[in-house]
């Protein structure tokens, strides 16, 4: 079966210090993991993405996450939050023929100045 | 802007109303996408096309969900005889067909039963 763990409902940091969001996974076969960021009444814009190629994945607005099979883990991180970094998180793993994204149930980061 | 579009965007409606929701894919794009988030979860899928066919509509979540993509090209997602459950965010996604592409999402259709 496949599932998606986010660990924290929500992380607030402040501007300028670093974020650290963490998903967790379980997939039966070679996954695709993907995180998506969802600003307030927005869709769902794509910040990077894991294919099996390398484990470390940088992304758009600073951000990477680094694919670690023997922790099943794919943590999002960025060295220096900024105010516009605030939103919704979302970490997703992809079906075996990719047609079903997994969606975990989100992280809210909320940025203090 | 050649991304994802839906309309409408918002749609309040009475309970026992039928609504349809309207997704235009990226052009080039073969897979089509639906999927539903209600407030603090994450999106869940319902169904998908890859061109016309509807390869997947098990998790359509009941008889009164359907969905459509009758040339390929855009797609219709109507609920019949709506319910205050059916409040929600209705999102199209659409990709190229084969493993590890990126879906891209259009920015939803909020339904809201009265």
């Known amino acids: 079966a496949q599932s998606v763990t986010q660990l924290d409902s929500h992380v607030s940091v402040s501007e300028g210090t670093p974020v650290l969001l963490r998903c967790n996974y379980s997939?039966?076969?070679?996954?695709?993991l993907f995180w998506y960021v969802q600003h307030p009444n927005k869709g769902l814009q794509l910040l990077l993405k894991?294919?099996?190629?390398?484990?470390l994945v940088k992304g758009i607005n600073g951000f990477e996450a680094e694919f670690k099979k023997s922790e099943t883990s794919f943590h999002l991180t960025k060295p220096s939050a900024h105010m516009s970094d605030a939103a919704e998180y979302f970490c997703?793993?992809?079906?075996?023929?990719?047609?079903?994204?997994?969606f975990g149930k989100g992280t809210l980061l909320t940025v203090n100045p | 802007d050649t991304g994802v579009s839906q309309n409408p965007r918002h749609k309040i409606t009475k309970r026992g109303q039928n609504v349809t929701f309207r997704c235009d894919p990226i052009s080039e794009h073969n897979r089509l996408y639906w999927y539903r988030q209600t407030l603090g979860q994450g999106p869940e899928f319902l169904t998908y096309f890859q061109n016309e066919a509807q390869l997947e509509k098990s998790r359509l979540l009941s008889d009164r969900f359907s969905a459509e993509r009758p040339k390929g090209s855009f797609s219709t997602l109507e609920i019949q005889r709506t319910e205050q459950g059916d409040s929600a965010m209705y999102l199209c996604?659409?990709?190229?067909?084969?493993?590890?592409?990126?879906?891209?999402f259009g920015e939803g259709s909020w339904l809201t039963v009265v």
């Open positions: 894991y294919t099996s190629a390398a484990t």
């Open positions: 996604a659409s990709s190229s067909s084969g493993q590890g592409v990126t879906i891209y």
């Open positions: 997939s039966s076969y070679s996954p695709s």
């Open positions: 997703v793993l992809g079906g075996g023929s990719n047609y079903k994204l997994t």
